[in-house]
T-cell receptor, first 115, second 112 residues
């Protein structure tokens, strides 16, 4: 069983479209994250949810909106896609946010290409 | 906020040699330092981590050292094998709800 899964793996779309990426974890974790990895491989946190509560919201355009229907799912919706949104998006999860419970496990990534 | 610098950006070694990757961090409140390995087309995979209450941790051919005074930590891979070839990332995190901040990555190539 895949611990952290994302769909789709590849997403190619036109500028201006709206798209969603889904993430699910079956680890029973309380915290989930979205990261963006750019063409230079740099990994940067975008959002984090703990028990469905938004706890980290980095400087990300408000065209990006995370949604957590339950603790096992964290979806990322992107409106009005721009060329600069092309990147690999990774979902991750951890048991909790601090102490010895904050080890993060990553999904396989979604490669988004905006044409 | 936290700033993590990682060196070198690329590293090429012969099979069987050792490889060392170094990172420095800026926030003295950081207390958790994981290392991730990312193979082509895959997500980062945790390979080892260390918390601020220890100075060194070892797992088979992989070891991590932490110097809290100097605010730097290092990954050591001994007896490298071709399958160790990947991009390695260091990261640092403070307590509670702080974010994990990643270094810029090191592309390790192990020549057979």
């Amino acid at each position: 069983d895949t611990a952290v899964s994302q769909t789709p793996k590849y997403l190619v779309t036109q500028m201006g479209n709206d798209k969603s990426i889904k993430c699910e974890q079956n680890l029973g974790h309380d915290t989930m994250y979205w990261y963006k990895q750019d063409s230079k491989k740099f990994l940067k946190i975008m959002f984090s949810y703990n028990n469905k509560e938004l706890i980290i919201n980095e400087t990300v355009p408000n065209r990006f909106s995370p949604k957590s229907p339950d603790k096992a799912h964290l979806n990322l919706h992107i409106n009005s896609l721009e060329l600069g949104d092309s990147a690999v998006y990774f979902c991750a999860s951890s048991q909790d946010v601090g102490g010895s419970t904050d080890t993060q496990y990553f999904g396989p990534g979604t490669r988004l290409t905006v044409l | 906020g936290e700033n993590v610098e990682q060196h070198p950006s690329t590293l090429s070694v012969q099979e069987g040699d050792s490889a060392v990757i170094k990172c420095t961090y800026s926030d003295s409140a950081s207390n958790y330092f994981p290392w991730y390995k990312q193979e082509l087309g895959k997500g980062p995979q945790l390979i080892i981590d260390i918390r601020s209450n220890v100075g060194e941790k070892k797992d088979q051919r992989i070891a991590v050292t932490l110097n809290k005074t100097a605010k730097h930590f290092s990954l050591h891979i001994t007896e490298t094998q071709p399958e160790d070839s990947a991009v390695y990332f260091c990261a640092a995190k403070g307590g509670g709800r702080r974010a994990l901040t990643f270094g810029s990555g090191t592309r390790l190539q192990v020549q057979p």
